[in-house]
């Protein structure tokens, strides 16, 4: 099983519009609600995909009702830890030619009480656990170095952990030595602190952080796929698609897919194979929605064992 923490969950609101004007009246052609926050995210993927998963997550309001609403009707599996605060609200404004605009809450203040309370309730599941994931930003009140501490009791109940955060609290995670981290891009850059304009340079950060420590290192690169970095071997995979619709939450689908891939002992040029057409299907997707078997038929994935060190990035 793949449990998941969120500590920071949210309701995402997905409104498509013609075009974002600044300080216009939009009238939105479709609008679509899901359950979000990055770890909801992996979570409602896996189950999507017939895997097995938990999610473990803060709820309270009205809209931490919705989300627990939302999460039964997909059959997805949780954990609810009360909190006195109300779940946040994302929203994202979709346009036609697949442009992606986010506005997220900063989310409802934790106590020390409640921040307890959801990694004794993830910690609870480890036993379980093929992996334990921390995702996404922490709310106001959370500790900076939560996900560390979260590396910590997953190693205590002797369960690989994995995080996907940004900025501090992902370097403390990374001071704690994870399993395995999934940056995108522009946070790995973050966190080793300078440009990363090549798959070569990319490869050599990646490298850098298992050296310190961190056996996989996942970067994911949107259009331009993933490289996956440990030890013995660097892969690099993209997918190819038509169209894109909403990139909200492909990137939590590709880190499911991997992690899917893993818990299943495949070899990891398979998982990484899986989680770039998981995160490529999700981008196919309107809103937040996750791919389910069907959506992954027709998407092609190039695998390459020798990286394009050369390859500059975001030019897809
Ligand atoms: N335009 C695209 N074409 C094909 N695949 C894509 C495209 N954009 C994203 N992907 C797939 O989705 C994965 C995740 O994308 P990205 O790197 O943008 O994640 P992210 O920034 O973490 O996203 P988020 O935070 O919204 O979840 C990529 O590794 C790739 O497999
Ligand atoms: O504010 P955070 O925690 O960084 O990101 C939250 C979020 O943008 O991430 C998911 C997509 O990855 C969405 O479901 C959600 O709205």
């Known amino acids: 099983m793949i449990v998941t923490l969120t500590p920071n969950p949210s309701v995402d ?27 909801v995210n992996v979570a409602r993927a896996v189950t999507a995909q017939g895997g097995d998963a938990l999610a473990v997550l803060p709820v ?12 039964d009707a997909a059959g997805v599996p949780r954990r609810s830890v009360p909190i006195a605060g109300a779940a946040r609200m994302n ?25 307890e309370a959801l990694l004794e309730a993830t910690a609870a599941s480890a036993a379980d656990a093929s992996w334990i994931v921390g995702c996404g930003s922490l709310p106001p009140g959370a500790p900076e170095d939560l996900y560390a501490q979260l590396v910590a009791r997953a190693r205590a109940a002797g369960a690989r952990v994995a995080i996907d955060s940004s900025g501090a609290p992902l370097a403390a995670a990374v001071a704690a030595s994870p399993d395995l981290i ?21 490869r050599a950060a990646a490298t850098e952080l298992v050296a310190g420590g961190i056996a996989t290192v996942a970067v994911s690169l949107g259009g331009d796929g993933a490289l996956l970095v440990t030890a013995d071997e660097a892969l690099h ?5 038509t169209a894109a619709v909403s990139t909200v939450g492909a990137g939590d689908c590709m880190l499911a897919g991997l992690l899917h891939g893993l818990s299943r002992s495949a070899p990891a040029s398979d998982a990484l194979a899986e989680g770039v057409a998981w995160g490529a299907a999700a981008v196919t997707l309107p809103g937040s929605r996750v791919p389910s078997p069907a959506d992954l038929h027709g998407i092609p ?14 030019q897809r």
């Open 301 to 314: 994935v190039d695998l390459s064992h020798n990286p394009p060190a050369a390859l500059a990035l975001g």
């Open 182 to 202: 999934k940056p995108n891009h522009e946070e790995l850059a973050e966190l080793v602190g300078h440009d990363l304009p090549t798959l070569g340079d990319v």
């Open 13 to 39: 609101r997905a409104i498509t519009i013609d075009a974002l004007l600044r300080g216009e009246v939009h009238r939105a052609s479709d609008v679509r609600v899901d359950a979000g926050g990055k770890g």
């Open 60 to 71: 309270g309001g009205p809209e931490g009702r919705l989300l627990e609403d939302l999460l």
């Open 237 to 241: 995979a993209r997918a190819t698609i």
């Open 91 to 115: 929203i994202s404004v979709l346009e036609p030619d697949g442009t992606t605009t986010k506005l997220n809450e900063p989310g409802p203040t934790l106590d020390a009480a409640e921040v």
